[in-house]
């Protein structure tokens, strides 16, 4: 069955660096668009950034460009997101999905289960 996995989360100062990552299986990696999804305490979950099937593609939040980096490893099934220059306001849970396709338009139609990510000093 497909799974998404995320892990890397943690607690990390303001300014500080992590990098996600969401091990997949299940289904054949390098034909899906994989998206990071977040949500804080009290708000919406928000889309973070995605990546096309060939990595050719890459999209961000505005919250996020220039801080945050999307790649993928598709002899890994693997997709990570580098997070720089963290801020209080990136505390979330963040989460990876499946897109329906291999761009990034288009619905999610898998979950990962969530990794916590807290930006304190």
């Known amino acids: 069955q497909v799974q998404l996995v995320e892990s890397g989360g943690g607690l990390v100062q303001p300014g500080g660096s992590l990098r996600l990552s969401c091990a997949a299986s299940?289904?054949?990696?390098?034909?899906?668009?994989i998206g990071w999804f977040r949500q804080a305490p009290g708000k919406e979950r928000e889309g973070v950034s995605c990546?096309?099937?060939?990595?050719?593609?890459?999209y961000y939040a505005d919250s996020v460009k220039g801080r945050f980096t999307i790649s993928r490893d598709n002899a890994k099934n693997t997709v990570y997101l580098q997070m720089n220059s963290l801020k209080p306001e990136d505390t979330a849970i963040y989460y990876c999905?499946?897109?329906?396709?291999?761009?990034?338009?288009?619905?999610?139609?898998?979950w990962g289960q969530g990794t916590q990510v807290t930006v304190s000093s």
């Open positions: 990546i096309s099937s060939s990595g050719g593609s890459t």
């Open positions: 999905a499946r897109r329906s396709g291999y761009v990034c338009y288009g619905s999610n139609d898998y």
């Open positions: 299940g289904f054949t990696f390098n034909y899906y668009a």
